[in-house]
């Protein structure tokens, strides 16, 4: 990648976004540290239940109907749970016990709108638009202070927005100025009380279009080995965070999952081939917004539901386990009827995974990164010391 300007970009904080010709785009940030981490962000609600599938809760056939036939035969994860068979190297990962599965997990956000769920699970707060910088540039700021470079484009996601102040660049050659016009056009629609929140829903509403589906999952796969490279870089970046989009199923969700399911696996797959040795010292977080409804809907596809499942993947991670406070999936133990309850907070998981990681204090880290967030007994043994 070539520099072409250095400059910074007023008001985005700490970070810097590459927009990939494959259609996910990555951000990335500095840190005085070899430890290596990467967000992965479900953007349109991922269902957890289709991911990893409690197939020994009794009630798991008959709620899930079409979709518990793609587990037939899926490989176990233990005696409740298995993984979805798209997802061959995460597997391959979990037998190694370098992947680790959260499940019945969930932001504070209780309510159905991706686009607020998204900035409650990007800014760490208990509402949507609550707070104006994300738990990610929080947690660059209680790591050691380095020359903050970051690399690229136009738009940083809300999770690496705030406060720490880094240079970015500009690429020689964008694939082409789409980002940088949209940059523009928003800065222009700042003031206008009528269209700006419409053009803040439209590019929204992109953001929910690029998926890991395209190319049998090749593009996930470039996106992946990308980002290793960035991260493997000598002076180059420690912290990165991948935005997906397409995993809002309403309709035909097998086949649909199926394939962005084998894109993440494959991006997974690529970015640990990539980092090589670092591979050791990374950890990789997959989350969203909000889970999916237990029920079917009536075009074989679900609708926005609460709790889902996330992930933690890489040579760090103490893995090879499935942890759930399990609420079942019985119509009574349902969140409002429909939905997985969630039991365990992912303000606790990715506090307690990324003090681990960094060797922070646990619940100092919590407290930073989720200010309003009634702390929870951190979770132990998420992550090699």
């Not at 036939?69 to 233990?78: I, W």
């Not at 803040?200 to 279009?209: D, G, I, Y």
């Not at 960035?230 to 002076?235: F, I, P």
């Not at 995993?247 to 969700?253: I, R, S």
Request: hydrophobic share 45%.
């Amino acid at each position: 990648m070539t520099a072409l300007s250095r400059r910074n970009f007023v008001g985005l904080g700490a970070s810097a976004v590459l927009a990939t010709a494959f259609g996910s785009r990555i951000a990335f940030a500095r840190a005085a540290t070899e430890r290596r981490f990467v967000f992965i962000i479900q953007r349109g609600a991922a269902d957890g239940l289709h991911t990893v599938a409690p197939v020994g809760d009794p009630a798991y056939v008959s709620q899930r109907g079409q979709l518990a036939e793609d587990f037939a035969a899926a490989p176990k994860l233990n005696d409740m749970f298995a993984l979805h068979p798209a997802m061959k190297n995460i597997h391959g990962l979990y037998g190694a016990k370098q992947a680790l599965f959260l499940h019945a997990v969930a932001s504070p956000y209780r309510d159905r709108s991706h686009f607020d769920g998204q900035n409650v699970l990007e800014t760490g707060g208990t509402s949507a638009y609550q707070l104006k910088d994300g738990w990610l540039n929080r947690l660059l700021s209680m790591l050691p202070a380095d020359d903050k470079a970051i690399a690229l484009a136009a738009t940083i996601p809300m999770a690496l927005r705030g406060g720490v102040e880094v240079a970015s660049y500009a690429p020689s050659s964008l694939p082409d100025a789409s980002d940088d016009l949209l940059m523009r056009v928003s800065q222009m629609y700042q003031g206008d009380q009528q269209l700006h929140g419409i053009w803040e829903q439209a590019t929204a509403t992109r953001m929910l279009t690029g998926d890991l589906v395209s190319d049998n999952g090749k593009n996930a796969a470039d996106t992946g080995a990308l980002a290793a490279k960035m991260l493997s870089a000598a002076n180059g970046s420690r912290i990165a965070m991948i935005e997906t989009g397409g995993w809002d199923t309403h309709a035909g969700q097998k086949g649909r999952l199926a394939g962005q399911l084998n894109g993440l696996d494959k991006m997974v797959g690529e970015l640990q081939k990539g980092l090589g040795p670092l591979w050791n010292n990374t950890v990789v977080l997959v989350a969203t917004e909000f889970g999916r409804t237990v029920k079917i809907n009536g075009t074989q596809g679900t609708d926005h539901g609460t709790g889902s499942c996330a992930m933690l993947m890489g040579g760090a991670v103490n893995g090879g386990k499935v942890l759930a406070d399990w609420p079942g999936l019985a119509d009574a133990a349902l969140y409002e009827n429909r939905d997985l309850k969630p039991t365990t907070g992912l303000d606790t998981l990715i506090g307690s995974a990324v003090a681990s990681h960094f060797d922070l204090n646990p619940l100092t880290t919590t407290k930073k990164l989720f200010p309003d967030v009634q702390a929870a007994r951190p979770l132990q043994d998420l992550v090699h010391a």
